[in-house]
């Protein structure tokens, strides 16, 4: 039985505008995104700015050492389009340089056999090719209106400011002491006397404030000399040279040649509405596979609405965990993720998810450019012979989810955080839009169920007990809060356009998370 309080009731606002509207997980970062909105830049340049800001303020969770993948909409041609720029493994890596532990299994989010030292978990050798400053520098070259040093202001602002450790901040950073402290950059980063967390006291009103002057030093050179600078310059020849002097396979030649793609959505119908998702190596042939599974569904979503969603997921994860390859799934657990949704005045809309893996990524941080790494080598099956095995030079698999609707007047761009548990969100999520009618308001303060690829189902502690009664009828279940940590559903982040009225709304529970709208860069 929890003992959170069962009396306590959370919402957010969900604002209404006819300008444009950003959603995201850290409310600043959010903001930094519709003051480019309001000085006449598109849903693609507010992108920009929000990508880099929120890896500044949430380093932990995603930054310019990361990877993933965004769902556009363009509207004036009423097209959907996907832009991938998942992480790869290194073209140097060898895979006899991660020999199974023989014992147990893997300590961090997914359930592969240990590898001795966790050597594909943490440290330089579990860091993957990153692929989010060539992803959002070849939209914005392709899309966007505003000069590109202008977009990462804000961030490099941010960052020369340090980041300020409130409490989300300090439990954040308590979650990964132990972790931290084996690198000695991110000990010297994170925390105090390179072994404590850094928190402020207990009945405190100011906080204290990391210094991020070497992840300002290289956000202004890519400013400067533009998004390949990460890749060809100055700044991929440091990192690189970081990585290697800290044991990993990473080169300058891995960044040289690295590459994001744009690609043709996977889209398809459900009833009257239809929904685009990301196509390859990612959750959105999963999110397909559970609508196909999915009942016609009508009126409110009810008990029986929620066994369907049980039955569903269950089926969809089936399948996903069976075709892992260069083509499937990996089975991911939460981790260390952001998404956030964008729509401009004219409609067009951004759902971008961007992802370090797991908390902090590899707990590494590159000295020559302040940055946080990713530890994408994790999502590698460590066994030879399989078809996600470890091997050079190849794709990172992700379970990031964004999607863009459409649903009679309305079109949505929705997304979310949380590994494994991204899919149902979202599919939920879009379910009561498509299936029910509901707004965004409605829709975000619903509650969910969470399905993983296990055989436990979560069920929101607020939904009725029918709903329980209904699920537990067909699977194992458990009874868990919305909370702010641990997060038991994921954390979604998403905006809706209804004619020419936007909203935009994020995870009730996220404390930092928020939407903001131009008119509110005012005051």
């Known amino acids: 039985m929890s003992s959170h309080s069962r009396t306590q009731k959370v919402r957010k606002t969900v604002p209404e505008t006819r300008g444009g509207v950003v ?16 000085a006449g830049g598109n849903a693609i340049d507010a992108a920009v700015a929000v990508s880099f800001a929120i890896g500044v303020l949430e380093p932990w969770m995603s930054g310019p050492a990361g990877g993933g993948v965004m769902m556009l909409w363009h509207a004036d041609e009423e097209r959907p389009e996907t832009m991938y720029y998942g992480m790869r493994s290194p073209a140097g890596l060898d895979p006899a340089d991660y020999p199974l532990a023989g014992t147990g299994k893997a300590s961090d989010l997914f359930p592969w056999e240990a590898v001795v030292d966790d050597r594909n978990i943490r440290g330089a050798t579990a860091v993957a090719v990153p692929g989010v400053v060539d992803g959002i520098g070849q939209a914005h070259a392709r899309y966007g209106r505003m000069p590109w040093d202008e977009l990462l202001a804000p961030a490099i602002g941010f960052a020369r400011e340090g980041l300020p450790v409130d409490w989300y901040a300090a439990l954040m950073i308590a979650s990964a002491t132990r972790g931290l402290a084996a690198d000695p950059d991110a000990a010297a980063m994170f925390l105090e006397d390179g072994q404590w967390p850094t928190i402020a006291g207990w009945t405190s009103t100011t906080g204290k404030t990391l210094a991020m002057d070497g992840m300002a030093a290289t956000l202004a050179e890519i400013a400067a000399k533009g998004a ?36 043709t959505p996977l889209s398809f119908g459900r ?26 569904l009508t009126g409110t979503p009810d008990a029986q609405a929620f066994a369907a969603y049980a039955g569903a997921l269950k089926a969809a994860y089936a399948r996903r965990l069976s075709s892992m390859g260069d083509d499937g799934e990996s089975p991911d657990a939460p981790g260390c993720t952001t998404h956030f949704s964008i729509v401009d005045r004219d409609g067009n809309m951004v759902a971008m ?11 590494v941080v590159s000295p020559s450019t302040g940055l946080l790494l990713n530890n994408g080598i994790m999502w590698f099956d460590p066994v030879p012979g399989r078809p996600n095995s470890l091997a050079p030079d190849k794709r990172c698999l992700m379970n990031v989810c964004p999607v863009i609707g459409e649903n009679g007047t309305r079109r949505f ?3 979310a955080s949380g590994g494994r548990k991204i899919v149902g969100a979202v ?58 940590f641990p ?37």
């Not at 959603?23 to 309001?38: D, F, H, K, P, S």
């Open 487 to 523: 997060f038991a559903f994921a954390c979604p982040a998403g905006v809706m356009r209804d004619g020419n009225t936007n909203t935009g709304c994020t995870e009730i529970m996220s404390p930092w998370g928020d939407a903001i709208t131009e008119p509110e860069t005012e005051a």
């Open 228 to 263: 390949r600078e990460f890749y060809d310059g100055d700044v991929g020849a440091a990192l690189a040279a970081d990585i290697q002097a800290k044991g990993g396979s990473l080169s300058h030649d891995d960044l040289r040649s690295y590459r994001a793609e744009f690609q």
């Open 427 to 484: 599919a939920q999520l879009s379910s009561f839009v498509a299936d029910f009618g509901m707004d965004l308001d409605a829709a975000f303060h619903h509650g969910r169920i969470d399905l993983s690829g296990g055989d436990v189902v979560t069920i929101d502690d607020a939904l009725p007990q029918p709903v329980h009664d209904a699920v537990a009828a067909d699977h194992p279940v458990t009874r868990f809060p919305r909370t702010v």
């Open 413 to 415: 761009a929705f997304g």
């Open 353 to 363: 998810t961007q992802t370090l893996l797991s908390a902090f990524g590899s707990q």
């Open 23 to 38: 959603a995201a997980q850290n409310t600043r970062a959010a903001r930094a995104g519709a003051e480019v909105l309001a």
């Open 271 to 296: 009833g009257k509405a239809r929904f685009h998702v990301t196509p390859h190596l990612t959750a959105g042939p999963t999110f397909c596979d559970l609508f196909a599974a999915l009942p016609p």
